[in-house]
């Protein structure tokens, strides 16, 4: 078996079902966070701690899972950056872990915020992936998509190739 080289997209194009099932994830795990949140009999700052950790966990996934992923592709990524992911993925685990062990609130609401915020997590990483998977699928087939895969080309960092792009079959080619 051989290794792909490094930059070679061995991804295909996510299908319409997945993007959309990732994303129906993420806005209900969000959702079903931020109703509980809204709902709760808390103090400000509690909701203020949650709704910070909230944000926090998702951010350090998306981070996390772009790391990951650029080291697969062969992009460089520091073992800092990648150490400061995980480390902010695992703190923001913790910080909901820490906050409801000590919270007031019943036993079926901890389960509640913690159901909808590993959703949320697990939801985000899969509509990074998509959004990185549909670049990369775009930027290796500019016969399809044109002035579209210039775009994508750049933002996989294969910029330099992109004079070499035809436009599509759906664009106008200027005479």
Do not use: C
């Amino acid at each position: 078996m051989t290794t792909p080289a490094p930059n070679q997209n061995q991804f295909g194009k996510p299908t319409a079902a997945f993007i959309g099932a990732a994303w129906a994830a993420l806005a209900l795990g969000a959702i079903i966070y931020f109703i509980g949140l809204w709902r709760a009999d808390m103090e400000t700052f509690e909701k203020g701690f949650y709704f910070a950790t909230f944000l926090f966990g998702m951010l350090s996934a998306v981070s996390l899972q772009k790391s990951v992923r650029d080291r697969h592709e062969g992009v460089p990524v520091t073992s800092i950056y990648l150490g400061v992911s995980w480390l902010g993925l695992a703190l923001s685990l913790g910080m909901l872990a820490w906050g409801l062990w000590n919270s007031t609130i019943l036993p079926s609401e901890k389960g509640f915020y913690a159901l909808g915020f590993a959703l949320a997590v697990f939801a985000v990483i899969v509509v990074q992936k998509n959004v990185r998977d549909q670049i990369a699928y775009k930027a290796q087939h500019p016969e399809l998509y044109g002035a579209d895969a210039i775009e994508a080309r750049k933002q996989t960092g294969q910029g330099n190739q992109a004079a070499q792009v035809q436009p599509g079959p759906h664009e106008q080619r200027p005479y």
